[in-house]
């Protein structure tokens, strides 16, 4: 199969701190990772797009100093929620390409953030 | 511009059978996918159709016109364990994004 791993899967945190995400692929190597955003009763929104060994590119109205992505390996990509505050309270999900498998997606199980 | 389609909600029987419809206008077309999502969990792949027709997996089918930019999944004999969302993706022309329609939330009943 295709296995892609998130951790942690849930976390709580003060507002002003700082979270970070770790998204791993664990069978296969991964040049593009995604990360989404999803609200509750909502569809998944794309936030950026993840590529091994070079700046992330980021959807219109994500703000890339907030959400920092590093993908230092075929097989991890992180999300850092810096600064976050209550309105940044989601289910952070990623997903991994797989170029071989006619570069189908296969997702993470999900992270849940709460800020309070 | 990106646009994908679903009916936000709807209800079946269990055991009876359900047709989800999905229309996209995108700017580019390399696939459409299916997923189902349960409240807290991350999406499970269903299908893929690349090609207009029908393709059948079991209890899920689904079908694509590309002239149309209209698909629908199909689920029969339906089971309560099939209450979920159901996310149209598109992929675009390079293959690098999905983009996904807003989900239609099934509910089953005894």
């Known amino acids: 199969g295709a296995v892609v791993s998130q951790h942690p899967s849930r976390v709580i945190c003060k507002s002003g701190t700082s979270v970070k995400i770790e998204c791993r692929s664990l069978d296969f190597q991964a040049t593009t990772m995604f990360w989404y955003r999803q609200f509750p009763k909502q569809s998944l929104m794309l936030m950026a797009t993840s590529n091994e060994g070079s700046k992330a590119t980021y959807e219109q109205g994500v703000e890339k100093d907030k959400f920092l992505i590093n993908h230092a390996s075929l097989t991890l990509s992180t999300l850092t929620v810096t600064s976050a505050h209550p309105e940044d309270s989601s289910f952070y999900i990623c997903?991994?390409?797989?170029?071989?498998?006619?570069?189908?997606?296969?997702f993470g199980p999900g992270t849940r953030l709460t800020v309070l | 511009g990106q646009n994908i389609d679903q009916p936000t909600e709807m209800t079946a029987t269990e055991g009876a059978i359900v047709q989800i419809n999905c229309t996209y206008q995108?700017?580019?077309?390399?696939?459409l996918f299916w997923y189902q999502q349960h409240a807290g969990e991350a999406p499970t792949f269903l299908s893929y159709?690349?090609?207009?027709g029908l393709e059948e997996k079991g209890r899920f089918s689904s079908f694509l016109s590309r002239s149309k930019g209209y698909s629908y999944l199909l689920l029969k004999e339906l089971q309560m364990k099939d209450s979920a969302s159901y996310l149209c993706a598109v992929r675009d022309n390079y293959g690098q994004n999905f983009v996904f329609g807003p989900g239609t939330r099934l509910s089953v009943l005894p």
């Open positions: 995108t700017s580019g077309f390399n696939g």
């Open positions: 997903s991994a390409r797989r170029v071989d498998r006619n570069n189908e997606q296969f």
């Open positions: 159709n690349v090609l207009d």
